[in-house]
C-alpha cells in the first residue's frame, strides 16, 4: 500500500479532462505480477502506472542493497535500465493483451 501526506492531482487526460485525485492501488494478476493503477473518480478510466514481476521486485531489492553500501552508482545504472526495460514490457503487454506474462 502507498501512502502520501499531501494528495497528488493529475488531470483525466484519457477520458473526461477534469482533475483528479491520484490515489493509488494495487492488483494482483497471475504468476506473481502486481500492477499498481488509479482510476479517474469521475469517468472511471483506469491508469496503468507500473507493473512488476518477481525479477523486477528482486532487480529493485538489489538496487536498494546496492545504495545503502554506497557503492557502485554504474552498476546501479545498469540494473535500472533493465527495471525500466521489463517494466516497460510487463505494462506493454497488460495494456495490450490483458496479461503482462507474455515473455
Not at 25 to 47: D, S
Not at 56 to 66: A, D, F, P, S
Not at 82 to 87: C, L, Q
Request: positive net charge.
Amino acid at each position: 500500500m502507498i501512502t502520501m501526506t499531501k494528495p497528488l492531482y493529475g488531470i483525466c487526460d484519457k477520458g473526461c479532462g477534469k482533475i483528479l485525485i491520484i490515489d493509488f492501488q494495487e492488483q494482483k494478476h497471475p504468476n506473481n505480477i502486481q500492477e499498481t493503477y488509479f482510476e479517474c473518480e469521475h469517468c472511471y478510466y483506469h491508469y496503468t502506472s507500473f507493473v512488476t514481476d518477481t525479477k523486477v521486485r528482486k532487480w529493485q531489492h538489489k538496487v536498494q542493497t546496492i545504495r545503502k553500501t554506497g557503492t557502485s552508482s554504474d552498476k546501479i545504472l545498469t540494473i535500472q535500465k533493465d527495471i525500466n526495460s521489463r517494466m516497460a514490457m510487463l505494462k506493454d503487454n497488460l495494456i495490450k493483451y490483458g496479461r503482462a506474462d507474455l515473455l
